[in-house]
Nanobody
């Protein structure tokens, strides 16, 4: 069992930055791939970024070049640095953990989810 807790959301103006954190506890953190997803009102949960246990990363096209995912295995924490934020980035952001070493962009491939943190970008 892995517990994940997100933090760092908030209200920011367009063009601004936020850094989300996801603290994981339980099983050995380094054995898990980690992902960030988001869900806007009335829309399906969508993939944002993921990182393998070894640090390999992948991004959705909509955030590529603006967002950076990273992990600190010593702190059991994964981060999402979000720059050049746009109003369309407004959503609840979720952190998720996946057993195994490889990342995935599919919601169904992740085993443990946090409660989410709200990110609101004003125009």
């Amino acid at each position: 069992q892995v517990q994940v807790v997100e933090s760092g959301g908030g209200l920011v103006q367009a063009g601004g930055s936020l850094r989300l954190s996801c603290a994981a506890s339980g099983r050995t953190f380094s054995n898990y791939a980690m992902g960030w997803f988001r869900q806007a009102p009335g829309k399906d949960r969508e993939f944002v970024a993921a990182i393998s246990w070894g640090g390999s990363t992948v991004y959705a096209d909509s955030v590529k070049g603006r967002f950076t995912i990273s992990r600190d295995n010593a702190k059991n924490t994964v981060y999402l640095q979000m720059n050049s934020l746009k109003p369309e980035d407004t959503a609840v952001y979720y952190c998720a953990a996946r057993r195994g070493i490889g990342w995935s962009y599919l919601v169904r491939d992740y085993d443990y989810w946090g409660q989410g943190t709200q990110v609101t970008v004003s125009s």
